[in-house]
Nanobody
Framework: VQLQASGGGLVQAGGSLRLSCAAS????????MGWYRQAPGKQRELVAT???????NTADSVKGRFTISRDNAKITMYLQMNRLKPEDTAVYYC???????????????????WGQGTLVTVSS
């Protein structure tokens, strides 16, 4: 299973970006997908998650500005980021919790996958 994140770049404060994360490979069932970010010198933090039934969870720091969504048919997740701030500057990583095959599903043995990260830089 591979996750390919894209859409990062340089944007001025107040601007918008849309990140994408496409999953490929052997996937039986996805439990949840999410975006995390890591700023220089800081720990990785949760940005937003979306469950298999569409429930979302968004960090307070981005609530009202960022929206997570997914296209189940394309196995792709998105993060629409509006009203970006310099403190949003970070490498953004996509994550997926999934069962790669039926055997892992019936064993309740879930796997955790990470994309390579995409850099978002917000200038003031």
């Amino acid at each position: 299973v591979q996750l390919q994140a894209s859409g990062g770049g340089l944007v001025q404060a107040g601007g918008s970006l849309r990140l994408s994360c496409a999953a490929s490979g052997s996937i039986f069932t996805i439990k949840a997908m999410g975006w995390y970010r890591q700023a220089p010198g800081k720990q990785r933090e949760l940005v937003a998650t979306i469950s298999s039934d569409g429930r979302t969870n968004t960090a307070d720091s981005v609530k009202g500005r960022f929206t997570i969504s997914r296209d189940n048919a394309k196995i792709t997740m998105y993060l629409q980021m509006n009203r970006l701030k310099p403190e949003d500057t970070a490498v953004y990583y996509c994550n997926m919790e999934a069962f790669p095959d039926s055997a892992s599903y019936y064993r309740s043995s879930i796997s955790d996958y990470w994309g390579q990260g995409t850099l978002v830089t917000v200038s003031s």
